[in-house]
């Protein structure tokens, strides 16, 4: 694993809760990437520890991607606490590499909101 402040290794198939914020915000924001869902694993989680944030890859083998990726959907919403949270869609030119999630008011514990939570940053 390449920066481990980053990321820790972490494998595990993908949470219901994921796949529903990734299958919400990829048919707003980037519908013809919806099939890559399903070859999805979680390889990595970030390297704080107190986030949800996960890393993706197509096998439990693949490396992180932690650098050269931007940023496919950047969204906020209200998690079950009343903590605003911002939820990201990483990717590269080939691939859903991250799902990002973070609080923007400081309210711990950060979880994720509900998809139907989700605005765009610029309307949160």
């Known amino acids: 694993m390449e920066d481990s402040r980053y990321c820790v290794p972490h494998q595990r198939d993908m949470s219901q809760e994921e796949r529903a914020i990734l299958v ?4 707003l924001e980037a519908p013809e990437r919806l099939p890559q869902i399903e070859s999805l694993k979680v390889i990595a989680k970030c390297g704080c520890g107190s986030c949800p944030t996960v890393l993706f890859g197509n096998s439990f083998d693949a490396t ?9 959907a950047d969204y906020a919403g209200t998690n079950a606490s009343g903590g605003l949270i911002g939820v990201m869609v990483w990717a590269n030119d080939s ?18 909101p509900v998809p139907l939570a989700l605005r765009p940053m610029a309307d949160a």
């Open 64 to 72: 992180p991607v932690t650098k050269d990726h931007y940023i496919l």
């Open 24 to 27: 919400y915000l990829l048919q």
């Open 95 to 112: 691939d859903i590499t991250e799902l990002e999630g973070y609080s923007i008011d400081g309210s711990e514990p950060i979880t994720w």
